[in-house]
């Protein structure tokens, strides 16, 4: 791979469209203020992000760790672009913007996440893997779909279809986003059949081949044809550094928030990733503020600050792996022994003390059976569309979904972009409402 076919401000679906506009924003500037505008993005604002919606206590939501995400991945991508560019003075690329673009591809990679956190995504995987939906996979097989986009769903690919996919009445193209900015997102570029039984993969089969023409143009490398299986696009890795240095040191701020953890634990988990003379002096500077909730947020600043300088290093020090396609796992993993120690420490804690906690099991618990509830009656819907309860029900489905399609998978796909881009309110709202638990309020 090459940076200066990897840079491409190509817009996808308007490759023939040449705007005689001309902007004062960069294309790349134009993708993440799309993005900020979009309803989908809007819509994050009432999704859980880990822990349940805040009533006193305001903790992160897919908006706000969608936005502290992209703040960290313009850092990151504006170190990469002036370290590249002092590699490379004379390259036509466009290193001046690798910010933006890794900025609004961190805005854009949670948006295909559906209701409820991550057991959103686990709780449309078993429905078809080890609940009613079971039923469906004959039919969509021989059809000729591909069932392993449902029992593996993923909200990446969601994302990537959200992005890419032409609804109706819209605009072809979807988002009509750069080349560069959509191969950004895919973290894991593979058909869900390479998936191994986990929601890890790049895009579903109706998006496939698509990304194929991106991927092509791009110069990013095929590995496999069938199934599909491609190499990362290189700023993708800065895309999931700055995703896993967010949700992981934010959820142990947020944990504090809400007593979840000690004062003393959080900021010992904090302080492990400094040594000598670095770890007094930030000891030293949490006497000149007496509050402790700003005492928490300094030390969780200096630990970004860190990882964002140890990720941007180890993307350097691992240039031409990344582009030759043989670099293998995160940057995350290759910050320094002491820094990974600290990471881990805080990854162990947060799974086995934050991530079990009552407050976010309840939410998990609720999502399955909300989740579950909303598609057996919408696949039972569509099965049977000229049942009298059918109509009412696909008649909630907004026109743009097509649950009309010819195709079971189809059909299929146009109730889970329903149900994934519901709000977690919304979700609950109409299930209230379907089983009789409330009624509108006129």
């Not at 893997?129 to 990446?156: H, I, P, Y």
């Not at 690919?157 to 950004?184: C, D, E, I, P, W």
């Not at 005492?295 to 860190?306: D, F």
């Amino acid at each position: 791979m090459n940076w200066e076919r990897l840079l491409s401000s190509r817009r996808f679906g308007m490759e023939e469209y040449r705007a005689e506009n001309r902007h004062d924003r960069t294309e790349y500037q134009r993708d993440y203020d799309r993005l900020i505008f979009s309803s989908p993005f809007r819509r994050l604002q009432n999704k859980t992000q880990v822990f349940p919606l805040p009533g006193s206590v305001f903790v992160h939501n897919r908006l706000t760790h969608s936005l502290e995400v992209s703040s960290v991945g313009r850092s990151l991508g504006e170190n990469i672009g002036r370290e590249i560019r002092r590699k490379y003075p004379s390259s036509p690329a466009h290193f001046e913007e690798t910010g933006a673009i890794v900025s609004a591809a961190c805005l854009a990679h949670d948006l295909g996440n559906p209701p409820f956190g991550h057991s959103g995504e686990k709780a449309i995987s078993t429905f078809f893997s080890e609940g009613k939906g079971q039923a469906l996979q004959r039919q969509v097989e021989t059809e000729g779909g591909r069932w392993t986009d449902f029992t593996c769903f993923e909200g990446n690919a969601n994302a990537v279809r959200l992005l890419m996919h032409q609804f109706k009445g819209r605009r072809k193209g979807g988002f009509a986003l750069t080349y560069s900015t959509l191969a950004s997102i895919v973290k894991y570029p593979y058909s869900s059949e390479l998936s191994g039984g986990k929601n890890k993969f790049g895009f579903f089969a109706s998006e496939e081949d698509e990304y194929g023409i991106i991927a092509d143009a791009l110069g990013i490398p095929r590995l496999g044809e069938d199934p599909v299986c491609y190499t990362r696009h290189p700023l993708a890795y800065l895309v999931e550094a700055a995703d896993d240095i967010c949700y992981q040191i934010m959820d142990i701020e947020d944990a504090h928030k809400l007593h979840l953890i000690s004062t003393e634990k959080a900021q010992e988990l904090f302080l492990s990733f400094f040594e000598g003379e670095k770890r007094q002096r930030r000891i030293n500077n949490l006497h000149f503020v007496s509050d402790i909730n700003e005492q928490i947020a300094y030390l969780r600043a200096s630990v970004i600050g860190l990882l964002v300088k140890e990720c941007s290093e180890a993307f350097l020090k691992h240039e031409e792996e990344i582009l030759s396609g043989e670099f293998k796992g995160s940057l995350i993993k290759r910050v320094s022994e002491n820094t990974q120690r600290a990471y881990r420490q805080c990854s162990d804690f947060a799974a086995n003390r934050i991530y079990l906690s009552k407050d976010v099991l309840d939410i998990e618990l609720a999502g399955y059976r909300i989740i579950g509830f909303l598609l057996e009656k919408l696949s039972e819907a569509i099965l049977n569309p000229s049942h009298t309860y059918s109509k009412l029900l696909l008649g909630r489905i907004p026109e743009q979904y097509e649950p009309d399609s010819d195709d079971l998978y189809a059909q299929l796909q146009s109730i889970l972009d329903y149900v994934s881009g519901m709000t977690d309110i919304y979700a609950l709202d109409l299930y209230r409402k379907i089983t009789g638990m409330g009624l509108p309020v006129v």
